[in-house]
């Protein structure tokens, strides 16, 4: 995704404002590449000529880790905002997502994965797990995210093989999530059995993404193994992901949050419009797929009250996050298999 990113000729020479055709050349593809939606020349200075101070630095930070241990949680709260959804279910992130910090000196993508898991059932699970593979030998960075409140399980383990082999000289940090769910004479026994997994990591850190204990601290101690590098994005831009992903992800959040057993894995949602009309409302039609006939009336609600709920709550958010008056439009249909129908990943994204 950005193998030469850190080679000699891309790095701007500290006074010269004008990166070469060649440099200039390679960020467009990679942002290209990545789906990056492109900025358009307003006539102020375009970002890549920003002139950066001297070794400044850049790179991407990979999350890694089972589901359900905080790694959306994290990237969120490295960032400051949200662009990545949580739940208590596991698997919520089925793509990896870009979360972008600029500094003044630096500016880190963190690559949140969905969490590496065993026995995939459909498509869409072995998808999801390549995702966050792929994201490994990529990385200037490497998080190993675990749930310190319990002990290490079979899959932390396999992560950990994984990283053996695949991290190359990558820096892993241990990041000892959800510190604040048990007492420290606990968690210690806990934390042994979590290094015992990997002898080598660069540095380890308890933290509670939560709450955001430490996430500062974590965050001073990345900057330094990032090579020195340019801008891959503007100053002010959060994400890699378009308005329609993010709106999609933000009514899949408010369908776990409100459905159980095997509707949340079964939804999938396309949003087929989004545009703000005249009187500065935004519009956003979306379809929620499910997988099965019965699913259909249980995600509607008797008298459409869940599917309401749902809405609402998906509103709320959409509002936050466009900053205005959002008119939802949700449509239920039934779209079968659609986890293992390559054609319907690729509606949805999946390469
Ligand atoms: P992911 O699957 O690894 O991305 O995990 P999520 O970020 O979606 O979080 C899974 C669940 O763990 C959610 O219910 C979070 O609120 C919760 N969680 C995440 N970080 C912490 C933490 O530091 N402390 C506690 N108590 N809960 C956390
Ligand atoms: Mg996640």
Do not use: C
């Not at 002898?199 to 990032?226: I, W």
Request: charged share 25%.
């Amino acid at each position: 995704m950005h193998d030469d990113h850190n080679t000699q000729e891309n790095i701007q020479a500290p006074g010269d404002p004008t990166p070469s055709a060649e440099s200039q050349a390679r960020i467009q593809e990679f942002l290209e590449s990545s789906g990056a939606p492109m900025t358009e020349s307003d006539g102020a200075v375009d970002w890549h000529e920003e002139v950066l101070p001297e070794g400044h630095k850049s790179g991407f930070v990979a999350l890694i880790g089972r589901p359900n241990v905080g790694k959306s949680t994290l990237v969120n709260s490295m960032i400051g905002e949200k662009i990545s959804i949580v739940s208590h279910k596991p698997q919520t992130t089925r793509t990896r997502i870009f979360g972008i910090l600029t500094q003044p000196t630096h500016q880190i993508i963190f690559v949140d994965t969905p969490g590496i898991h065993k026995k995939p059932k459909h498509k869409l699970n072995r998808k999801m797990i390549e995702e966050a593979i792929a994201a490994i030998p990529d990385a200037d960075a490497i998080l190993f995210v675990v749930d310190v409140s319990v002990p290490p399980r079979e899959e932390d383990e396999l992560i950990a093989r994984m990283l053996k082999q695949k991290a190359g000289r990558a820096p892993i940090f241990f990041v000892l999530n959800k510190m604040d769910k048990l007492p420290l004479e606990k968690a210690k026994q806990h934390v042994e059995a979590y290094w015992a997994l990997l002898p080598h990591y660069a540095d380890s850190m308890p933290v509670s993404a939560l709450r955001g204990t430490n996430v500062e601290k974590l965050l001073g101690s990345l900057v330094e193994p990032l090579p020195e590098g340019p801008r891959y994005y503007p100053g002010d831009q959060v994400t890699d992901q378009t308005e329609r992903q993010i709106a999609a992800e933000l009514i899949r959040e408010a369908i776990l949050r409100y459905t159980h057993q095997e509707i949340p894995h079964a939804a999938a949602i396309l949003v087929e419009d989004l545009a703000e009309r005249a009187n500065g409302t935004t519009y956003i039609a979306a379809r929620i797929w499910v997988e099965r006939d019965s699913q259909k009336p249980i995600l509607i609600g008797k008298q459409g009250q869940m599917l309401k709920k749902i809405g609402a709550a998906a509103r709320k958010e959409l509002e936050r996050f466009i900053g205005g008056k959002v008119y939802l439009d949700l449509l239920v249909k039934v779209q079968s298999k659609w986890r293992d129908q390559d054609a319907r990943l690729r509606e949805l994204g999946f390469k």
